[in-house]
């Protein structure tokens, strides 16, 4: 009987282990966020950054001097997103929150652009020498389309707040590394079928980053 404890503590363990990845499963498919990302800065120092909105516009990695500054961004609409469910059909796919079928984006949406300082150039490349100021990339400017059947239609968007992404009490390495942009875009009209596209252009008019969102 003895040899047989070992066996059965180990499943177990399975078991449990199991039934915690079927709890994650099911916390996801109801929306709930799950996404966060840790970076690693040029001096060995981490961030973690949870994004607290559940659709992720995808994201990208802006080469300035010797480093590299993360440019992320979320889209939300109060519990919307979290509440939006998706189904494949043979006719196309079908939305709805809670038993309500939605077809379109609310008629407002709020996007955050979060920029972060010092990070790698790519999952594999490691940071640069130097930790980039994000003085150049302050004041930016959006734009923003959508995109139905190969054709883009241009978008309101207009800007709320900027400053200051880090929290108060924030550890002093991670002073000047992050920046965020609070957009408001008006989305009337957008079929949740539609692709969203949103440029981020400097002062100087140079394109700076795209962001992109698809269901």
């Known amino acids: 009987m003895r040899s047989a404890e070992p066996r059965t503590a180990f499943l177990l363990i399975c078991c449990l282990v199991a039934a915690y990845l079927t709890l994650i499963g099911v916390c996801a498919l109801r929306g709930q966020p799950q996404k966060k990302d840790t970076y690693s800065y040029a001096d060995g120092s981490e961030l973690v950054v949870p994004f607290s909105l559940p659709y992720y516009l995808g994201g990208q990695s ?21 509440d939006l469910k998706k189904k494949n059909t043979p006719q196309g796919p079908i939305f709805r929150v809670g038993h309500r079928v939605v077809t379109d984006f609310p008629d407002q949406v709020r996007v955050v652009v979060t920029l972060a300082s010092g990070v790698p150039c790519s999952r594999n490349v490691p940071p640069g020498p130097t930790i980039p100021s994000l003085d150049p990339l302050k004041s930016l400017r959006a734009e923003a389309v959508y995109i139905r059947d190969l054709k883009k239609y241009p978008l309101e968007i207009s800007l709320e707040q900027e400053g200051d992404d880090a929290p108060p009490g924030r550890p002093e390495f991670l002073a000047g590394r992050l920046w965020y942009y609070r957009y408001e875009l008006k989305s009337e009209g957008v079929l949740l079928t539609d692709a969203l596209l949103i440029t981020l252009y400097s002062k100087e008019h140079t394109e700076i980053a795209k962001l992109s969102w698809r269901q």
Request: glycine share 24%.
């Open 62 to 82: 802006v080469r300035v001097g010797n480093g590299c500054v993360s440019v992320d961004g979320v889209i939300g609409a109060g519990r919307f997103f979290f």
